[in-house]
Structures are given as C-alpha cells and as structure tokens.
C-alpha cells in the first residue's frame, strides 16, 4: 500500500486536496481534505438579519446567486413574507442563469481539458479533443468565454452584476424590469440557447431534453459524426474510456427542489433511493467527529449546530463537515435533482450503472436542455405593472430555513434571530455533502466513496481517473467550508 | 510575460468576474498582449505535483515570475500559524508560499478587496485573522509589510473592489506588462486610480432623483438610494455606472444600494448596510468634497423645489409620470 498525497487540485473551485491509499494498481481508500478555513458562519453571528445579504454570496463567488436565495429565503421565512409573482419570477430567473452559466463553465473550463492530455496521445479521438478542449488554449474555450459572458449580461439586466448582487430580497427583486427590456432578456436567451444548439449540443433544445433511455441516447449517438458537436465528442470519449464504470456513487440522492411556480416547483423535493422518499429537513444532521470543529455530544441539527475550529484536533483531516441524511450519506447535485424529478434518461442511467463519471455530466448538461427553454418562458411572464417586492419587518425573535439548489446541489440555510441581531447561521452547502469526511461510525463521504477501485497508472502521480471523478462532481471548495 | 495567479481566503468570484470579460476571448487578449498564464487554479491543465513544480519554480526563482496575482486574503491564523489554509499538497501555509514569491515577482497584484484589504473575509470577529497582502483594512502594512516594493519598485498594486471589474484587472495587467503602470498612477490605497479616481455616482441613473433627494424607501422603488437606504456611491471610488458590469449593469441599475466595495473596511460600516445612518436627519456619509452647510442648504432647496412627477415616481417600481413632451407649436 503507498500513499498519494493530490493538490493542489486545479480546475474546481478554490482549493482541494485528496490523499489516495494505493494498492495494485487501484484506489483503495480516499481522504479528502477541503484546506481552507474562513468563518462566515462565525463572521454572521451579531450581525443585523438583513446584512446576511451582503455576506452570504461571498462566501462563494461561482455559486453566489444561490447562497443569496437561500439567505433571502431564510429571511422571507423568518419575517413571514412572500415574493409576489414577478419576484419569484426574477429570482427563478437569476438562479436559473448561475446554474446553467456553472454547468457551462464546468464542461468546458474545468471538466473538459482533461481530455486534451498528453496521457490520452494515441486514442483515435485525441487529436480532435486536443485541439478542442485542450485548457486555456482550446478552440472551444475561445468560443465558450465570449458566449458565457454574453450570457451574463442577464445578470448585468436583472441583477446590476455577477457575482454578488443584492437584487435578491426577501421580499422578491430590487429590479423591476420593464417591457421594453423584457424583451432584451428575451434576446439574450435566445443568443445563448443559439450557441447551445449549434455548438454544445447540434441539436434542438428540446431534442435533447426528451432524451428518455439509455438506448435513445445510443441512437443519438450513431446518427452523429464523432466531432458533430461537443456533447457527441464527451459522449464519444465518455464510450471509448468507459466514464459509466468510473466514480460509482452511492445509492442515494438529495434535492432540496428548485424553481417554484404556482403549483409547486419545475423540480420537486425528495430523497431517492430506488424509490422516491419525501424529504423532511429535519433528518439533516452534521458530524464533525473527523472535523476540525469543536464536537456535540451527538451530531447536531444545522438549526441547533456550531462552528467552532479546533485546528489540532485528533482524527480530524479536513475543515468540511459531514452532513448526513437521516444518518446516510447522499449525494447530491444535477444527478440528484434530475433524478428526483424523474427525468427518464437519467434515472436510465442510474439503472444502467449508478452514479458515475458519465452520469453526473449528462445529467449536467439534460439540465441545460431543460432549464433554458423554462427561462424563456419565465422571462415572457414577468408583467411590468405589477410589484417585484413586498416589504416586510424582521421580528427580534424568528428562525428561518432556506432551502435551495445551487449547481451543485442542495444548499440550506439555518437561521435564528435574537433581540434583532443573527444568533445562529449554519450552512450546509451542496460540497459540505458531496465531499464530506467520515462520520463517528467511519463512514466515507460522498467523493471518498466514489473513489475506492480508481484505476492508478504505474508512476501516476495524480491519477487521471481520480481528476475525473473528482470533476465529474464539479466541487466547489469556497462553499464547502466557507 | 509570465503570470502566477493564487488564491487564498476569498470566494474566487474575482476570477468568475474576469471570465465575465466581455468583447473578445479573454484568453486570446491575454496572448496578443504576451500575458501567459504559467498557471491559474481555475484554468490551467497542471494538477497536483505538475502544478507545485511550477509554483515552487518561481518561488526559488528558477522560473521568471513577472506578474503575481493573489485573490482572497491572507489568513494568519489560527495564532499566527497560517493553518486556516495550507496550499494542498504542499503542507505549507499558503502565507508562506505568497511572501516567498512575492519576494521575486517584478510586480504583485493583490485582486479583489480581500486580497488588497482583508476585505470580507476580515469581518465581525475576523476568525481567520484575515488581511490584505500589503494593507490591514485601512493600515498599511499586512502581510508584506508596509515598505515591500516588488521588483519593478511599485508597492502592491490593488485592484480593490467586490468583486472586482473584469476591465480593471485586464487594463492593469496590460499596464503593467507595457510598463505604463507607475507609483503616480495608483491612489492613497494602491488602487489604479484610472478606475479609483472615479465616483460611483457619475453616470447614476437615478442621478435626477439624487438632484432633487426624491428618494426610496425599499427595494424597487426608483428614487435615490442615499437618504434611505444606505447608499454610498457619492463617497465610493469607482467607475462603476460609466464602465458597467455584466452589459448594462451596477449596483445602482440593479436597484440596491453601493456599498463601497472597492474601500477597505467597507465590510464593516457601524451601520446595517441598506439603511443610512443619520444624526437629525442629516446623513452622516455627505457626498465627497462638499461642505455639509452647503449639502444641508442644497438638500432642503432642492427638496421644496421636487417636481411632482419625480416625487412619484420615485416611490414607484414603473414610471408612474413621464416627463412633458414640449410641442413648438408650430
């Protein structure tokens, strides 16, 4: 058995270090350790309820947006007001674009290159993938940067910037957009449902999204040139380096539930597990036996938890909690969310072999397909006329839970007001479940699981199959600890 | 050029507000100008021991370093022992690694308020003993000390502001690789001052409400956003609502209040951010330059003299009251 110690690991967000028990040739135990230590969850406690606006989307600069929704839904709860129409609009609108913007920006900035290594010299498909995708110097970085950012200049409209804007209230939008510039929001959906058809996928929005098994995926497939478009190229390499036997997951999946209308919401809540079972928030609880935090007696609720660091702990290996669902480990992210919905060709995939390197990017990228069409039709509701916001008075005593899904996953917000001012701010972020450490009874986290049997070359220093498993997930290391 | 970017004790939105460049491929701008990348956290293909070789290599000055850029603050502690992040794989405090490149590096970017000022991440109880690379909030010194001159003679080079501007760190770089970035061309803090020497307020939308304080009073509303609700773009340095983020956008277009994000301490104002502090009605943040007898004058003047269609619409979310059409008559 050697030990592999991988950092710094690049191409996620912020900083990751992933230490590997080797032995013949396969992973045999990991340890993840998120490396970084800022307190937000200390900073919070004092402050004025309303200023956790200000702080809460910096803890993380990719998933800012959601960290704010989730702030103004804690404090939406916690006052006991409701954004009318226009402003649940707006927020959709907003979450909607940082998801999709972050599933962008993975595939082609952080996930992507990784095929474009000198290591993959020799497949048939390299010299296409390294001219592609090859980091920094690629063609489809050189297309990709410019049609993000003209992407978010929706941001710029409905949100003044990105990130960290303040246009989300709990009370709904500070922005009230106006018919004339409805329609340059509509524009700009359409520019970039433009790039996505004709670049990342090569084919309709809608095409992709009924995508319903496996065995259409395969036919998807055959009828396409291997080059005929970036998400026939993934595929094509995905086949070629088995990605659907690489990173299996567990067995269970958590999604908090995104984009409410006036039913209910676009994606619904659940935990799957083979069936679909009702989520009740109060099943979450957070272990820090292998954290380097203080420790309650048992693993505690976010709502009654404590962050108090501990840098020399015993047995302790990283700043990340571990969260765990009714005492499980879950995984969570798009997989999760397109799972719970029921989307048909991922819950194919997960049939066919669990939750994997493939999986998680297809899913990513289902998700695309689904969720810009949805803008659109979003965006053509707002009615200019009607408010945007509510106002609304903060009690001195209130709690207030806020329950949404960033990119990655499940993001929930616990917060307690005290004689006016934030008593207690716990966050659990989407990375907090995916990479968390082991619990009291020694179990791995999501990640740690995903990579036991990783095949390690002879002379890997940092094993490529690891790379892509650990950006199958698309982590992001500023929020899991924050 | 080669150029090292790092980050430590931030969110890394400064690099997501980068991506956000917009015109051509920010990759392709940075080849045309002889901006290599030797290596970025968030971009770059080395992972792992292929990335710490490069690092280490312009630590121990065997790979020329001319540019290095660190986001997010420093974080000494816990007690001054920099644990709070140790750059993986290395087993060092990331402090470390940036004091001993900086002491090669011909120039040193701190990018984004954290980096410069210890910015957000320096707020309430500082848990992290955050600070800038070569300030404390407000007080020189930080991690570097306040008498660090990096190779090409120039102090730290703050490119303050949360986040910061895409175009204002672009146009730094370019600067300092043509060599048009001199000690004169940076502020009291460091900040370049072609951005710096600029108010929010130029170029506010909501300038004609400002004029005559026909102000809101929450969220949505379109009048001034001073009186009420803690604005500061009078005070704050940045060109924000000429150069706008993201197409069309700023703080003020998006409806909420500047929060003076490019000054350091902003994450601490004594006060809730979106509400104004005042002492007998006065606001206690008077616009920069002007005497507050004459604010105080001009506010009550212009006050009496609102005309109704901005006085209503000010506290509406939609133009209740467009302006007169003037017909010649003819």
């Not at chain 1, 700043?319 to 997989?335: I, S």
């Amino acid at each position: 058995m050697k030990r592999l110690l991988v950092g710094p690991f690049n191409r996620v967000e912020g900083d990751l270090e992933v230490s590997l028990d080797v032995a013949d040739g396969h992973v045999r135990a990991a340890y993840v350790n998120s490396p970084m230590y800022r307190g937000f969850e200390q900073i919070l406690q004092g402050k004025m309820p309303a200023d956790a606006l200000v702080f809460v989307p910096r803890i993380c600069g990719i998933c800012s947006v959601a960290q704010s929704a989730a702030a103004a839904q804690a404090l939406a709860g916690a006052m006991g007001i409701k954004p009318p129409a226009n402003g649940r609009l707006a927020a959709n609108l907003l979450l909607a674009a940082e998801n999709l913007a972050d599933h962008f920006t993975h595939f082609y900035l952080f996930f992507m290159p990784d095929f474009a290594r000198a290591a993959y010299r020799g497949r048939s498909w390299f010299p296409d993938a390294e001219q592609r995708f090859r980091a920094v110097a690629g063609t489809a970085a050189g297309e990709a940067l410019p049609a993000r950012a003209a992407f978010m200049r929706l941001m710029g409209l409905l949100a003044g910037k990105w990130p960290h804007t303040l246009a989300l209230q709990p009370g709904g939008s500070s922005r009230p957009l106006q018919a004339s510039e409805k329609i340059r929001l509509y524009r700009q959906l359409r520019e970039f449902r433009r790039f996505l058809e004709e670049t990342l996928f090569g084919d309709r929005l809608e095409a992709i999204a009924a995508l319903d098994s496996v065995a259409a995926l395969d036919r998807w497939i055959v009828a396409r040139e291997p080059d005929a478009s970036d998400f026939r190229r993934f595929l094509g390499i995905a086949h070629d380096l088995d990605l659907a036997r690489l990173g299996r997951g567990g067995e269970r999946f958590i999604s908090y539930g995104s984009f409410p209308d006036e039913q209910g919401r676009m994606f619904p809540a659940g935990v799957w597990d083979g069936s679909l079972k009702i989520l009740d928030s109060g099943d979450i609880r957070e272990d820090v036996s292998h954290a380097w935090y203080a420790q309650a007696e048992v693993p505690q609720h976010p709502a009654h938890g404590a962050t108090v660091p501990l840098v020399d702990k015993a047995g302790a290996y990283s700043w990340c909690k571990a969260p765990r669902w009714d005492g499980c480990v879950v995984e969570t992210g798009a997989l999760a969310r397109q799972v719970v919905a029921a989307q048909p060709l991922v819950r194919d995939l997960l049939v066919a072999g669990g939750a994997n390197v493939l999986s998680r990017v297809v899913a990513r990228l289902i998700e695309i397909a689904r969720v810009l069409p949805a803008m659109e039709a979003w965006a053509e509701q707002l009615t200019p006329g009607e408010p945007y916001c509510v106002a609304g008075e903060m009690p001195r005593e209130a709690e207030g839970e806020g329950l949404v899904e960033a990119a990655r996953g499940a993001l929930g917000h616990w917060l307690s007001v005290r004689r006016g001012r934030i008593h207690s701010y716990q966050i659990v972020a989407p990375t907090t479940w995916n990479f968390s450490p082991r619990d009291a009874q020694g179990t791995p986290g999501a990640l740690e699981q995903a990579l036991v049997g990783a095949p390690v070359g002879e002379g890997e220093e940092a094993p490529l199959a690891v790379q892509h498993i650990v950006r199958s997930f698309d982590p992001c290391m500023v929020c899991t600890v924050h | 050029m080669n150029l090292l970017w790092l980050q430590s004790g931030g969110c890394g939105g400064c690099t997501l507000s980068w991506l956000g460049a917009e015109g051509e491929s920010l990759f392709m701008m940075l080849a045309d100008e002889n901006l290599e990348l030797i290596w970025h956290p968030s971009l770059s293909e080395e992972s792992a021991g292929e990335a710490l070789k490069l690092i280490a290599g312009c630590a121990d000055g065997s790979l020329p370093l001319d540019i290095l850029c660190v986001e997010g603050a420093v974080l000494r502690g816990p007690n001054g022992s920099g644990r709070f992040h140790l750059l993986s794989g290395s087993g060092q405090p990331m402090l470390s690694w940036v004091r001993a490149l900086a002491a090669r590096a011909r120039h040193v970017v701190a990018v984004g308020t954290c980096a410069a000022y210890g910015g957000v991440t320096a707020a309430g109880v500082n848990p992290g003993d955050a600070c800038g690379l070569q300030f404390d909030g407000d007080v020189p010194g930080g991690l570097l000390g306040a008498d660090f001159r990096a190779g090409g003679g120039l102090p730290v080079v703050n490119i303050a502001g949360c986040p910061t501007h895409p175009d204002w760190i672009n146009e730094t770089l370019i600067s300092l690789a043509r060599g048009a970035l001199v000690r004169e061309d940076l502020d009291d803090f460091c900040r370049p001052r072609f951005y710096a020497d600029q108010l929010v307020h130029h170029g506010c939308p909501r300038n004609e409400f400002y004029e005559f304080k026909a102000s809101a009073d929450k969220p949505s509303d379109q009048g001034c956003l001073m009186e009420q609700m803690g604005c500061k773009g009078t005070q704050a340095h940045a060109d924000c609502n000429t150069r706008l983020w993201n197409g069309s956008g700023s703080c003020l277009r998006g409806g909420y209040a500047c929060i003076r994000c490019t000054d350091p301490g902003f994450e601490e104002p004594g006060h809730p951010f979106a509400e104004t502090p005042k002492i007998a009605g006065i606001p206690l943040g008077l616009p920069s330059d002007m005497p507050k007898a004459w604010f105080i004058a001009l506010a009550a003047l212009s006050k009496s003299a609102t005309p109704a269609r901005v006085r209503e619409n000010a506290k509406a979310d939609h133009l209740l009251r467009a302006p007169t059409v003037k017909k010649a008559g003819r």
